[in-house]
């Protein structure tokens, strides 16, 4: 039973197109992130939601913008595709009190 | 500016030995600490985590140490196996705006040696 899942698992494109990631957890929990792994390996948040709601932010382009339908949904939707934006994106959850964070198997966006 | 910070980028060791893992971090207000275990194509999984207050935390094989004043965290993996190759990354959280924000480090690549 997956707890944090990710659609696609890669995703290749070219530049200027627009594309989307989805995201689901079954794990009942209140906060989901984004994350980027860049080619140097950081694992960067980019945002996080609590029950649908944004509460952290961090400095991305506004080509990317999160969407989440319901409390175990959060989507990535990336306008305009950049050669930078190619990365692992990895989704993940926890509960707001803090605690361990459940990770989704990473989606792989390669721009051309 | 790397507020989570891991040295080491790799670190061999030889099957049944014990593997040290370190992480060194700037914020003295965080508050949890959390190591992950990451295989090839896979996301981050949770292996261990200490809270602030404490100064040490064992599972198993695994047992973190926490020194505050030197802004210092270890893992240690004791005996290490082969199935334990893996990037370890560790990360720090702290609140902010009413959730949990994470920060995690560059990762460390173990490479336990049968």
């Known amino acids: 039973d997956t707890a944090v899942s990710q659609t696609p698992k890669y995703l290749v494109t070219q530049m200027g197109n627009d594309k989307s990631i989805k995201c689901e957890q079954n794990?009942?929990?209140?906060?989901m992130y984004w994350y980027k792994q860049d080619s140097k390996k950081f694992l960067k948040i980019m945002f996080s939601?609590?029950?649908?709601?944004?509460?952290i932010n961090e400095t991305v382009p506004n080509r990317f913008s999160p969407k989440s339908p319901d409390k175990a949904h959060l989507n990535l939707h990336i306008n305009s595709l950049e050669l930078g934006d190619s990365a692992v994106y990895f989704c993940?959850?926890?509960?707001?009190?803090?605690?361990?964070?459940?990770f989704g198997p990473g989606t792989r966006l390669t721009v051309l | 500016d790397q507020q989570v910070k891991q040295n080491s980028p790799s670190l061999s060791v030889q099957e049944g030995r014990i593997s040290i893992l370190n992480c060194d971090y700037t914020?003295?207000?965080?508050?949890?600490f959390l190591w992950y275990k990451k295989y090839p194509a896979e996301g981050p999984t949770f292996l261990i985590s200490?809270?602030?207050?404490?100064d040490k935390n064992e599972d198993g094989r695994f047992t973190v140490f926490l020194n505050k004043s030197a802004k210092h965290l270890s893992l240690h993996i004791v005996p290490s196996q082969p199935g334990d190759s893996a990037v370890y990354f560790c990360?720090?959280?702290?609140?902010?705006?009413?959730?949990?924000?994470?920060?995690f480090g560059t990762g460390t690549r173990l490479k336990v040696l049968a």
């Open positions: 200490i809270s602030s207050i404490k």
């Open positions: 939601y609590n029950n649908k709601e944004l509460i």
């Open positions: 993940a959850s926890s509960h707001m009190r803090g605690g361990e964070q459940f």
């Open positions: 914020n003295s207000m965080f508050d949890y």
């Open positions: 990360a720090a959280t702290t609140l902010d705006s009413g959730t949990y924000k994470y920060i």
């Open positions: 794990l009942g929990h209140d906060t």
